[in-house]
Every structure is written in structure tokens, then in C-alpha cells.
């Protein structure tokens, strides 16, 4: 039988839009193939039909009133001619697939062994017991600790790479020849991802996987894939080797992606010491004192949960922002930095310590610190306008004036790169990186001194976080706002910030300035979150995937 695992050839999808039967075209023309143990990326921004494209390998657009034309094989299977018996026998016994999400994947209900040996049996008619068998097996293959036990947990139970492992497991139950994996590290931590695409390159060596990865991150695909095929507005812009195209793009729009992705090694806009900036000059001209910081914490404490359930999310942190400057929080899920975060701005009340703003003790929610959260989509309702949303600190403020909100809200709206007609549109009316710069105008709106952003860019490609990342940075220096920036993407981190506090386990276990840290650490932990960053240099991506065997082990 032949290696050729996929064969798509001039693609086309059409979906329908409104009542008038209408299409827009998400997808337009796209040829590929993918044999046994490689690794295809499909990659480019939101929007540019990635997703589309994998979606249309298992037939997943039957029946959702979408046109397709062209054709789709899967290891020999005609996907959009199969039956629906036979459609169900690739999925997830030839081909299997990974979402984004394993939350709104897996049932919240069942425990999570149950769910993967269930998959197994549809597709196996085996006993129940051998099932649950197959399950343990393939939890304890993924890297799940204690398989056998965690198996009768429920997904809520599981941390966010817990639960990705554990969809991995499901895709691998019947031993399938093809993964799909659908952005399957994004909003995870470096050192889980590393850890998942490390997961996701040994199954290749060992079992002749074939798969095709989607994902908006660069640095991810190079971390994983042999070949690159980049996509813009649902057709194929560039493909080749990874490295080739990595090294020498050809097309203009594969070299502003990559101009886009944050790196470690890539040059730093020279900064000045944020006191410096601001501070004030004396009648005589002699330099006066720098202003006192905008916020400082002097030992917060704060934990969760009672006896010996009790975690101590934050266990006695000290720090201090000055106006105009940017302190990066880094750290892995769990470290503290969100439970930090909240307590700067009010939303959470330490158990013990304190917080000043400009040297007053403060307790609460007060009008000189907002936060923007990670998820916009959470944080704005979708049954109000986004003008409305962003007028409600006004209005809290005591705005009374109704044309002068809507005229504050049109200046917010403008100041961060959308328009004052924007007022009266819902939040399903915008992409990501719209929506997040709605939840920057709302932050703005009561003029704060401070601005928490609590992973603001994790869940965005890579264009639109730069944009955002950019639109920050301008901010802070025309109004001389604190920030602090809190993710687990480090590069990130370095490009915006010029102070690091990195945390681990509640504890700030090491900080100073940006480049001092991330050229020198003097922590283990730091070293173990640099090595586990994605670099665009495939060689240099091996080199650290062996790195990372040491340093994880």
C-alpha cells in the first residue's frame, strides 16, 4: 500500500451567509499531500481558512450547508464520496483529530478514561474491560502521571495540558494512520507545550504518524514540522521545507508573518529607565526626585481552599511599578501571576500584606487600575454594544450626560485603532484582536495610572499580537501609564517589558531587568522556561528538543 496518506487537490470551500443565498468562499483552491511520518503546517492568521481546511479532511462540513469542490482522499477514502458508514470509520479509526479546546471537547461529566475507552469500542467492538484497558495504555503513553487513577477523573479535574494530553490519548485509541492537530498548544504555558509538541514528534518516530498541524504560531510549526504551507484569505500563498521557508521566504506575506513572531534572539528597542522619563525638574533646573511608584505590593499572601486542601496561590510577594514603565509577570499555569494580577487592581483581597498606589495604602476596587483580561469574549457582554461595555466605568465614575459618554466612548474607540461608529455593534461583530482592543478602550476609559493585562495576546495569531502588543507600548508612552504584563510566552515578554518578575509556585523566584534575566538567569526555573520557548531556526529547535530531555527529566 502506498505511504500517500493525504491528497487534497484545488479545495474550495463556500459557506453560506444570510437568507439570500448567498457564499463567501473560505477556502480557494488549495492542493496538497502528506505521507506516512511526516509532518505538514498549515499556518498564516486568523481567518485565512486553516481550520477549514483540516475540518474538510474528515468530512466535517456535511451537512452545514457548505459547498466544497475539489478533492479530499484520505489514505485511499474519497471523503466527500464515502458512505456515512465508512466516514465513520475514518474518523478516529484512520484519521483522528485534536481540537483547540479540550474542554468543549470532552464531556465535563464523564470521567475521562470512560470517554476515550467509549471511542475505542465504537470503532473496535471490544469488551468493555478491554476498553478501559485501551484507555490506561493510552493515558500512560501521552505522559499522563498515575494513568490508572487519573482515568476515572473528570475533566475538570485535569490541568489544561493534562486535558490536551488526554485528547491525544482519545486520537490514539484506535491506532489511527493521520493526526490532525487544530491549534492543539494555544493559551498553553512554554513548558506544557513543549512538552505536547515533544509528545507529538515522538509518536511520529515510533508509530509513522503522518500529521498535519494547524496553528498561527510560527515558532510552533518549526518546532514540529517538515514542511510549511502558508495560507492568506483561504489559498495557499508559499510551501516548501520549513527551514527553506523559514530562512528564505519568497512571498511578501510570509516575511511579515515572520517579522511578526516575538524572539528571544531578535533585537530590543533601546529603553529608557521609566523614572527617568518622568521625573520631575526643580525651579532651578536641578533634577528632582523620580515620582514614587504607582504600585507597590509589600507581601501579599493569598490562598485557596481550606485545611490540608489549602493552596497558597501567592506566598508573600514584593514588588513596584513606576509610571511609564512595563513589569512582565512570567511564569506556568498555577504560578500565581493571575491571583497576583487581581490583587494589584483590587478585584482580590490578600489575606496578608498590603498594596500602595502612589504611596497610599489601598483596598478595593479603585478607578487608578483596570485590567484587561485574556479572553475578551468572556469579559464583554454579547447582548450589549461594545460603546456601551466600554461607557460603563464612566457612568460608574458618574458621567450623567449621555452625549458626552458616547462622545468619550468614540474618542476611546478611535485612540485604540477602531472607530467612533463602532459604538453600536455587538461583540460577535469583531475579530479577536478587535474585541481585545475594545477591552483596552474600556481599561482607558476612567484614566488610570495602572493597567493590569492578564494575558492579553495568548489566544491571538501572531499579526493581529503584535498589533496589540504595539497599540500597548504606545499607550504606556503617551500617557505614561504603568503596566504590568502578565504570560507565559516569554518572547513576548522581552519585547514589551523592561523589568521580569518570573514566579513559580507563588514565589517571585527571580526579577530585574529584561535583558539581565533572559541573558543570564541565575534560576533553574528561568533556564527550564527559556529552553522550552519555540524557535524559528528548525536545527536550533532539535537541538533544544534534546536540551529539554535533560532539563525536563
Not at 523559514?246 to 530590543?268: C, F, I, K, M, Q
Not at 514603565?325 to 494589584?344: A, D, F, H, Q, Y
Not at 487600575?369 to 485574556?374: D, H, P, R
Not at 495576546?457 to 498589533?467: E, G, K, R
Request: aromatic share 4%; charged share 25%.
Amino acid at each position: 500500500m502506498s505511504d500517500l496518506l493525504v491528497e487534497v487537490t484545488d479545495l474550495a470551500v463556500e459557506f453560506p451567509v444570510g437568507a439570500a443565498g448567498e457564499y463567501v468562499r473560505a477556502v480557494d483552491g488549495i492542493s496538497f499531500t502528506l505521507v506516512a511520518g511526516r509532518a505538514l503546517g498549515l499556518v498564516g492568521a486568523s481567518g485565512s481558512g486553516k481550520s477549514t481546511v483540516a475540518a474538510a479532511l474528515l468530512g466535517l462540513h456535511r451537512g452545514t450547508g457548505a459547498r466544497l469542490a475539489g478533492s479530499v482522499l484520505v489514505d485511499g477514502t474519497d471523503v466527500a464520496a464515502a458512505t456515512p458508514a465508512r466516514l465513520r470509520a475514518l474518523r478516529g479509526g484512520t484519521a483522528a483529530m485534536v481540537f483547540q479546546d479540550p474542554l468543549s471537547s470532552l464531556d465535563p461529566y464523564l470521567a475521562v478514561g470512560d470517554q476515550i475507552a467509549e471511542v475505542h469500542r465504537i470503532h473496535t467492538a471490544a469488551s468493555r474491560r478491554a476498553a478501559r484497558a485501551r484507555a490506561v495504555e493510552v493515558l500512560d503513553r501521552v505522559g499522563l502521571p498515575d494513568a490508572a487513577r487519573r482515568s476515572r477523573s473528570r475533566p475538570h479535574e485535569f490541568s489544561g495540558g493534562m486535558r490536551q494530553r488526554a485528547l491525544i490519548a482519545m486520537a490514539l485509541a484506535c491506532e489511527p494512520k493521520l493526526l490532525i492537530a487544530d491549534e492543539p498548544t494555544t493559551a498553553l504555558d512554554v513548558t506544557v507545550q513543549a512538552q505536547i509538541l515533544d509528545l507529538l514528534h515522538g509518536l511520529r518516530e515510533e508509530r509513522g504518524l503522518g500529521l498535519l498541524l494547524v496553528t498561527h504560531d510560527v515558532g510552533v510549526a518549526a518546532e514540529s514540522v517538515d514542511e510549511l504551507l502558508v495560507m492568506r484569505d483561504g489559498a495557499a500563498v508559499e510551501r516548501g521545507p520549513v527551514a527553506e521557508v523559514l530562512a528564505r521566504p519568497s512571498a511578501p506575506y510570509t516575511r511579515e508573518l515572520l517579522a511578526a513572531v516575538p524572539r528571544l534572539d531578535g533585537p530590543r528597542a533601546v529603553r529608557v529607565p521609566a523614572a527617568r522619563t518622568v521625573r520631575t525638574v526643580r525651579a532651578d533646573g536641578v533634577d528632582g526626585l523620580p515620582p514614587p511608584p504607582v504600585v507597590e505590593a509589600f507581601a501579599l499572601r493569598k490562598g485557596f481552599g481550606r485545611g490540608r486542601r489549602r493552596v497558597e496561590a501567592v506566598d508573600g510577594v514584593s514588588l513596584a511599578v513606576r509610571p511609564g514603565e512595563t513589569l512582565g509577570i512570567v511564569g506556568e499555569s498555577g504560578s500565581g501571576k493571575s491571583t497576583l494580577g487581581r490583587m494589584l487592581v483590587g478585584l482580590l483581597e490578600p489575606d496578608s500584606g498590603q498594596v500602595h498606589r502612589a504611596g497610599v495604602e489601598v483596598a478595593g476596587i479603585r478607578p487608578g487600575a483596570q485590567m484587561v483580561f485574556q479572553d475578551p469574549v468572556a469579559s464583554l457582554n454579547p447582548r450589549r454594544s461594545v460603546g456601551e461595555s466600554i461607557a460603563d466605568p464612566l457612568r460608574a465614575a458618574g458621567w450623567r450626560d449621555g452625549a458626552a459618554v458616547r462622545a468619550r466612548v468614540g474618542e476611546l474607540l478611535t485612540r485604540v485603532g477602531l472607530e467612533a461608529g463602532h459604538y453600536d455593534r455587538y461583540p460577535h461583530e469583531f475579530s479577536g484582536g478587535q474585541r481585545q482592543r475594545v477591552g483596552i478602550a474600556r481599561a482607558l476609559a476612567p484614566e488610570p495610572r495602572l493597567i493590569v493585562c492578564d494575558e492579553p495576546v495568548s489566544a491571538l495569531d501572531v499579526t493581529t499580537q503584535a498589533q496589540v502588543v504595539a497599540l500597548l507600548a504606545e499607550l504606556r508612552r503617551e500617557l505614561g501609564l504603568a503596566l504590568v504584563f502578565i504570560a507565559h510566552d516569554l518572547a513576548v515578554v522581552r519585547q514589551v517589558s523592561d523589568r521580569v518578575a518570573v514566579m513559580r509556585g507563588g514565589l517571585i523566584v527571580e526579577q530585574g531587568p529584561v535583558d539581565e534575566v533572559y541573558g543570564n538567569p541565575t534560576h533553574a526555573y528561568t533556564r527550564r522556561l527559556l529552553h522550552a520557548v519555540p524557535a524559528l531556526d528548525p536545527a536550533l529547535a532539535a537541538g533544544r528538543r534534546s536540551a529539554r530531555r535533560e532539563v525536563f527529566a
